[in-house]
């Protein structure tokens, strides 16, 4: 995992501290009731991926263009209907 480095001033000199961030890959975010953001306002998201390169998730309540199935299919993944 990556570090994010913060300038912290200490006794007249400054230094340098690590700032660590969760991993929040196989969590869910719930969006904050004041969101502004119209993408994310009043959404459930589940975080697939998240590491140094970045984020990718999917707004789990809120009906999407496509079915879960073909999502799955242009992953190429398949789904098991046993």
Known sequence: MSSIYKLCAARQAITIAPVMYA?????FLIAMPNM???????????ICQHDEKGALGLVVNRPGEM????????????????
Do not use: M, V
């Open 36 to 46: 502004a953001d119209p993408n994310f306002s009043k959404t459930l998201t589940y």
């Open 67 to 82: 079915t879960l199935g073909a999502l799955l299919g242009k992953a190429d993944i398949s789904l098991n209907n046993d």
């Open 23 to 27: 991993n929040l890959t196989n969590h």
